[in-house]
């Protein structure tokens, strides 16, 4: 009983690893992600109209739509370079202030005048070795013309560039902040040597509005040219792979269960061994076959679900304290959480019972035939 209770406890405390650390992914996405994100389906930049804007944005729970126009450049800064992810901004984009709480140095703008600005991730920042005092060596960005080199000549002209100071710093995930630049979308333009063209159209609805909802109509509304991506959609590939090591653990922890059951098959095996008389005794009283087969099987189900009962508590218990009080720490530096993530679900829970009941079905069958073969062959 203790054996399929420690069983079942860990099994719990596995998935429920596994289910923190995809709400972790979720909430680290919401951070900086949209609601909604429209890209199109055959070109990586596009074009839409006036009216297809104003539709999108009189959509009932819509509250921003902001165009981004976002591609990789080189920057440099005095010895320094480095390959980024710049990422175009209007004025909305700012407005819904996504990432104002993530800056934790300096201000969240990125256009004074005529002069550009951009809030950098706290990577490229130190990377670079930036900083705000230097006003007058700003950072340069290198964008190849695509134009030019489809003519096959190398020389000035096929590099555009253009110029911009750091205005803060942001710190939001590792693989985000070593990467990315948030800088004045006409500024973009001007590098990549384009107008009225964007790379994808973010959405934030309001709260309590149905994101799904909101989809629907924008397919309806863009047509089978563009693809309207939740938040999910968007990071399905890191989503699904904690959701297949997730199913895998489920099946390691559930195959070890099975082989642990061996010890209720012996423990059966031993019992039926046991009580030879007692069993004659209840075959003298009228016990058919029937009844026999069932009490021995249902001495099995009472020791699993008696232990799957235990571990199910120690392991809600264990994870109870974990989630609130992190006993168990992840061991990694400068890490965005201190300890391993834990949220319990009932549907593990119903998952974990299954798999006891079906344990418990196979290894009870064995010996509480033997139980009846051998009590009616000596009669």
Same mark, same amino acid.
Request: aromatic share 12%.
């Given at each position: 009983m203790?054996?399929?209770?420690?069983e079942?406890?860990?099994l /719990?405390?596995?998935?429920?690893?596994?289910?923190?650390?995809?709400?972790?992914q979720?909430?680290?996405?919401?951070t900086?992600?949209?609601?909604?994100k429209?890209i199109?389906?055959?070109?990586a930049r596009f074009?839409?109209s006036?009216?297809?804007?104003?539709?999108?944005k009189?959509?009932?729970?819509v509250?921003?739509?902001?165009?981004i126009?976002?591609?990789?450049?080189?920057?440099?800064?005095?010895?320094k370079?480095?390959?980024?992810?710049?990422?175009?901004? @209007? @004025?909305?984009?700012?407005k819904?202030?996504?990432?104002k709480?993530?800056v934790?140095?300096?201000?969240y703008?990125?256009?004074?005048?005529?002069h550009?600005f951009?809030?950098?991730?706290i990577g490229?920042?130190?990377n670079?070795g930036?900083s705000?005092?230097d006003?007058?060596?700003p950072?340069?960005?290198?964008?190849?013309n695509?134009?030019a080199?489809?003519?096959?000549t190398?020389n000035?002209?096929s590099?555009?560039?253009?110029?911009?100071?750091?205005?803060?710093?942001?710190?939001?995930e590792?693989?985000?902040?070593?990467?990315?630049?948030?800088?004045?979308?006409?500024?973009?333009?001007?590098?990549m040597?384009?107008?009225?063209?964007?790379s994808?159209?973010e959405?934030m609805?309001e709260?309590?509005?149905?994101?799904q909802?909101?989809?629907?109509?924008?397919?309806?509304?863009?047509g089978n040219?563009?693809?309207?991506?939740?938040? @999910?959609e968007?990071?399905?590939?890191?989503l699904k792979?904690?959701k297949?090591?997730k199913?895998f653990?489920f099946?390691?922890?559930?195959f070890?269960m099975?082989?642990?059951?061996?010890t209720?098959?012996?423990?059966?095996?031993?019992?039926?061994?046991?009580?030879?008389?007692?069993?004659a005794?209840?075959l003298?009283?009228?016990f058919?076959k029937?009844?026999?087969?069932?009490t021995?099987?249902?001495?099995?189900?009472?020791?699993?679900?008696?232990?799957?009962?235990?571990?199910?508590?120690?392991?809600?218990?264990l994870?109870?304290?974990?989630?609130e009080?992190?006993?168990?720490?992840?061991g990694?530096?400068?890490?965005?959480?201190?300890?391993?993530?834990?949220q319990m679900?009932?549907g @593990?829970?119903?998952?974990?019972?299954?798999?006891?009941?079906?344990v418990?079905?196979?290894a009870? /069958?064995f010996?509480?035939k033997k139980?009846v073969?051998m009590?009616?062959k000596r009669?």
């Amino acid at each position: 009983m203790l054996g399929v209770g420690l069983e079942v406890m860990a099994l /719990i405390l596995i998935l429920s690893v596994f289910n923190g650390l995809e709400e972790f992914q979720k909430g680290l996405f919401k951070t900086y992600d949209p609601d909604l994100k429209i890209i199109s389906s055959k070109e990586a930049r596009f074009t839409l109209s006036p009216q297809q804007l104003v539709a999108a944005k009189s959509l009932k729970g819509v509250r921003f739509v902001n165009p981004i126009l976002e591609d990789q450049a080189l920057i440099r800064y005095k010895n320094k370079q480095l390959v980024v992810r710049f990422k175009g901004v @209007d @004025d909305e984009f700012l407005k819904a202030e996504r990432l104002k709480k993530q800056v934790v140095e300096g201000d969240y703008f990125v256009q004074n005048g005529e002069h550009a600005f951009a809030v950098v991730g706290i990577g490229v920042f130190l990377n670079m070795g930036m900083s705000f005092e230097d006003v007058f060596t700003p950072i340069e960005a290198w964008y190849p013309n695509h134009q030019a080199l489809k003519r096959f000549t190398v020389n000035e002209q096929s590099i555009r560039s253009n110029y911009f100071f750091p205005a803060g710093v942001m710190e939001v995930e590792q693989s985000f902040d070593n990467q990315m630049v948030l800088v004045p979308l006409n500024w973009m333009e001007e590098l990549m040597g384009v107008e009225n063209q964007i790379s994808a159209l973010e959405i934030m609805v309001e709260d309590g509005a149905d994101a799904q909802q909101i989809k629907t109509k924008l397919v309806g509304l863009l047509g089978n040219s563009f693809q309207v991506q939740t938040r @999910d959609e968007q990071h399905a590939a890191i989503l699904k792979a904690i959701k297949i090591e997730k199913f895998f653990a489920f099946l390691i922890m559930a195959f070890v269960m099975g082989i642990a059951s061996f010890t209720l098959f012996y423990a059966l095996s031993l019992l039926v061994i046991e009580k030879k008389k007692d069993l004659a005794t209840l075959l003298a009283m009228g016990f058919t076959k029937k009844q026999m087969f069932q009490t021995f099987l249902l001495v099995g189900v009472l020791i699993s679900f008696s232990g799957a009962i235990i571990g199910m508590i120690l392991g809600y218990g264990l994870g109870y304290i974990q989630e609130e009080f992190g006993i168990i720490s992840l061991g990694i530096p400068n890490s965005l959480i201190d300890a391993y993530p834990i949220q319990m679900r009932l549907g @593990d829970f119903i998952q974990t019972a299954l798999v006891v009941i079906l344990v418990t079905f196979l290894a009870s /069958i064995f010996p509480a035939k033997k139980a009846v073969e051998m009590t009616f062959k000596r009669s």
